[in-house]
């Protein structure tokens, strides 16, 4: 895979390097700090930050705001966009927007059911999905085309497109066609659903190998690392898509409650050194959720620092 | 067919408390068969109505019609001897029955007895499932006779999403009962029917000019036209 874009991540991945990626969830009001100061704790340790889109339904600072910002800090974001709230007019305006201040970057998503969230009565719109918002990234992209026909004579989006995957849903024997599906539709990158079962998680990689997607596409394991039992256990029950086997409880819960976050730390450390020999995985998408503090430890304990540098990258 | 539930005593009464003579008009359709606004209904509507009012010692006089549709104007005539003795009507139909009843006696104010919800099928008596959205283009033949626009929460064309677990939808927490993964449906079909290369190739866009978004529908067939 060679880079096409302007994208640092996509450069990154191209020279072989583990990528690593991590989040910035915006706040619930308008304080411009707040994701200004999340990226800051990043910028050395990662490569590019994904920016989540109203997560859960729950209305936050917009994504691609929060990326212009991220932007004019000088690092590197990932426009996360869910087509649970845009129309297919709406999707193509702002990843014009995008565009326009060089962001790089974009994970395609359909996005949680509106039910989730603190608008439950509000209307969806889901006028397309994931997979055909990565049909319509590289069709303006490849092809300076809108949806509607338009031929753009400048101003294409140059964008690495990425898209998530679930290794964990159901039905299991349909989540590496679907990948296909998506690889087919024009995703470069994959960052996963955060893992707990690995055992369940290499039996996916080797059917994506089986496929051939791994030279296709770049996929980054999901990392979330556990702070507490009660976050384990509420993700176990509560997260639909979530898979955390009894015996990663029994671990956390096993030790002091003052231990149970070194616990996790330790156990996702553990997760990124087995998965560093797993064939087809280019990298890391670190998910410390309301704990992006912890990110730059994990990143040097698990050998990933420094962040490599790439030639021509903004 | 089209499927609704009645409307709480307590709203329509409150409607129509400041009038003397209403009519309570049933329809022998769809909502007859859902149990929402046949006959039978517009008999325990007009009983609690009636109880209400004597109850409170005011007088209303309250009489009931069952039509045998509301969506046909040949039907709807029936009323026309008798509309002028009311001074308002609760209509039983689905939304498009009350509308036209509405229409055809413009100065009678018409209120709603029911909710109409979907379009659906009798899965046990009591219980009624949404099929159909009515999305003008049908793509039953593409998915193997289960609709995704329907059936799942989020009309995907490229499903299921990561959060179909077990065969269940991820609403299914939010709502209390169990909703099937509409593409775990497709996907346990498109197997038996040997056809599940389908899910390799990324779907097109929908037209939603069939749907409620290109505006009011109307089908004009010049054919049965007279």
């Known amino acids: 895979m060679s880079a096409t874009t302007p994208s640092r991540l996509e450069k990154i991945i191209a020279a072989g390097h583990l990528a690593v990626t991590s989040e910035c969830g915006p706040p619930r009001n308008g304080d411009p700090e707040v994701v200004s100061r999340k990226a ?264 990933l620092f420094p962040r490599p540098a790439v030639n021509g990258s903004e | 067919m089209i499927m609704a539930k009645p409307k709480k005593a307590e709203e329509i009464i409150s409607r129509v408390k400041d009038f003397s003579r209403v009519l309570v008009a049933g329809c022998k359709g769809c909502v007859a068969i859902c149990e929402a606004g046949g006959q039978k209904e517009v008999e325990v509507l007009a009983s609690a109505m009636r109880i209400h009012f004597s109850q409170i010692g005011k007088r209303i006089e309250i009489d009931e019609v069952s039509l045998s549709r509301q969506c046909d104007k040949e039907y709807l005539q029936e009323l026309a001897d008798s509309i002028d003795s009311y001074d308002a009507v609760i209509s039983l139909a689905c939304g498009a029955g009350v509308q036209f009843l509405t229409e055809m006696y413009g100065e009678k104010p018409v209120f709603p007895g029911v909710d109409t919800c979907f379009i659906g099928v009798t899965e046990e008596q009591g219980v009624w499932s949404e099929r159909c959205q009515a999305c003008g283009n049908c793509m039953l033949g593409e998915t193997g006779g289960i609709c995704p626009i329907t059936r799942c929460s989020k009309r995907m064309l490229n499903g299921p999403c990561g959060g179909s677990e077990n065969g269940k939808c991820e609403i299914s927490l939010l709502v209390g009962r169990d909703v099937a993964c509409g593409w775990h449906l497709i996907y346990e079909r498109l197997k038996k029917l040997g056809e599940l290369e389908r899910f390799r190739r990324p779907s097109e866009d929908k037209d939603w000019t069939a749907s409620r978004d290109g505006g009011p529908r109307q089908i004009i067939r010049k054919d049965v036209r007279p």
């Open chain 1, 40 to 303: 800051e704790l990043l910028r050395n340790h990662v490569d590019a930050i994904n920016v989540t889109d109203n997560q859960t339904a729950v209305v936050r600072q917009c994504s691609l705001a929060s990326c212009i910002r991220i932007k004019l800090l000088g690092l590197e974001p990932v426009l996360q966009m869910v087509t649970r709230d845009r129309n297919r007019i709406a999707i193509q305006s702002d990843l014009l927007g995008a565009t326009s201040f060089g962001v790089h970057n974009i994970l395609c998503l359909t996005g949680d059911h509106q039910r989730f969230g603190d608008h439950p009565t509000s209307a969806n719109v889901f006028d397309m999905d994931s997979t055909r918002l990565i049909q319509t990234v590289r069709m303006m992209r490849d092809e300076g085309r809108l949806l509607g026909g338009h031929q753009m004579e400048e101003g294409r989006p140059q964008m690495f497109i990425g898209a998530a995957e679930n290794p964990f849903a159901d039905p299991f024997e349909i989540r590496v066609l679907r990948l296909a599906k998506k690889v087919a539709a024009g995703a470069q990158f994959i960052q996963t659903q955060c893992i707990y079962n690995m055992e369940k998680f290499k039996l996916w990689m080797k059917q994506v190998r089986d496929e051939g997607l791994h030279e296709k596409v770049a996929v980054l394991a999901g990392i979330t690392p556990i702070k507490t039992v009660g976050m384990a256990k509420y993700m176990k029950n509560k997260v639909p898509g979530i898979d955390v086997p009894e015996a990663v409880i029994k671990r956390i819960a096993g030790v002091p409650k003052e231990n149970q976050a070194e616990e996790g730390i330790k156990l996702c450390l553990e997760q990124i050194e087995e998965l560093k020999e797993e064939e087809g995985i280019m990298g890391f998408h670190i998910m410390a959720i309301e704990w992006e503090e912890k990110v730059p430890e994990i990143v040097e304990r698990a050998g």
